[in-house]
């Protein structure tokens, strides 16, 4: 089972503790990671489930140029990827408050790779948004079946996410990386950063 280290360059994030793991067994899938998966128009069902909660995800906008690796980067087996195509979406409160990112790469026909950037005041400000994010984007980009798993650790996304925020809290601030294994054949990490003035989130997903 390959093993990512996944590093979001344009936030600079240093993950340092592995905090969980959950592994699930699945039949290998030999369909290309380019012919399955999510697509670049699942950010419309993302938008649609996160205006009902009051978040609001913006068009998203592509990124072609060289600042491409500062939006969609990442490592596979220690190696850095690159992506051909990226696109990137900002995503506010109900006050009209930015919380972050959503940005989207891979090939201009399909992505391999999603991440969400979320940077609050303190860890406790609008969890509940966090949250949400989070879980509609799994639900979305990975599929809706976390309670269809075996997982003996989180009996749901939302439990795992508040687990890796308790473990941030009760580690004094320390950075802090879970991973979830081959869930719907997708690797999922939840990074928790420090920094000067705020707490920095990062959900990214891989196919």
Same mark, same amino acid.
């Given at each position: 089972?390959?093993?990512?280290?996944?590093?979001?360059?344009?936030?600079?994030?240093?993950?340092?503790i592995?905090?969980?793991?959950?592994?699930?067994?699945?039949?290998?899938?030999? *369909?290309?990671?380019?012919?399955s998966? #999510?697509?670049?128009y +699942?950010?419309?069902?993302?938008?649609? $489930?996160?205006?009902?909660?009051?978040?609001?995800?913006?068009?998203?906008?592509?990124?072609?140029?060289? $600042?491409?690796?500062q939006?969609?980067?990442?490592?596979?087996?220690?190696?850095?990827?690159?992506?051909?195509?990226? *696109?990137?979406?900002?995503?506010l409160d109900?006050?009209?408050? *930015?919380?972050?990112?959503?940005?989207?790469?891979?090939?201009?026909?399909?992505?391999?790779?999603?991440?969400?950037?979320?940077?609050?005041? $303190?860890?406790?400000s609008?969890?509940?948004?966090?949250?949400?994010?989070?879980? *509609?984007?799994?639900?979305?980009l990975?599929? +809706?079946?976390?309670?269809?798993?075996?997982? !003996?650790?989180?009996?749901s996304?939302?439990?795992?996410?508040?687990?890796?925020?308790? #473990?941030?809290?009760?580690?004094?601030?320390r950075?802090? !990386?879970?991973?979830?294994?081959?869930?719907?054949?997708?690797?999922? #990490?939840?990074?928790?950063?420090? !920094?000067e003035?705020?707490?920095?989130?990062?959900?990214?997903?891989?196919?």
């Amino acid at each position: 089972m390959n093993k990512f280290i996944v590093i979001p360059v344009i936030l600079g994030i240093v993950a340092v503790i592995l905090i969980s793991s959950m592994s699930i067994n699945k039949t290998p899938d030999t *369909t290309s990671i380019y012919e399955s998966g #999510f697509t670049y128009y +699942d950010i419309e069902k993302i938008q649609d $489930t996160l205006a009902e909660k009051n978040i609001v995800v913006s068009a998203p906008t592509p990124i072609t140029d060289h $600042t491409i690796s500062q939006y969609c980067a990442y490592f596979e087996n220690g190696l850095p990827m690159t992506v051909e195509y990226c *696109t990137t979406t900002a995503v506010l409160d109900s006050e009209e408050t *930015t919380l972050g990112n959503i940005n989207i790469g891979g090939s201009i026909q399909s992505p391999v790779m999603a991440v969400a950037n979320l940077e609050t005041k $303190t860890l406790e400000s609008n969890q509940d948004d966090v949250v949400a994010i989070f879980e *509609t984007m799994i639900e979305t980009l990975v599929c +809706d079946c976390w309670e269809d798993e075996e997982s !003996k650790d989180y009996e749901s996304i939302s439990a795992w996410i508040l687990a890796a925020q308790k #473990f941030y809290s009760d580690s004094n601030g320390r950075n802090i !990386k879970s991973k979830i294994d081959n869930l719907s054949n997708s690797e999922i #990490f939840l990074e928790i950063t420090s !920094k000067e003035n705020s707490v920095l989130q990062t959900l990214i997903i891989l196919k």
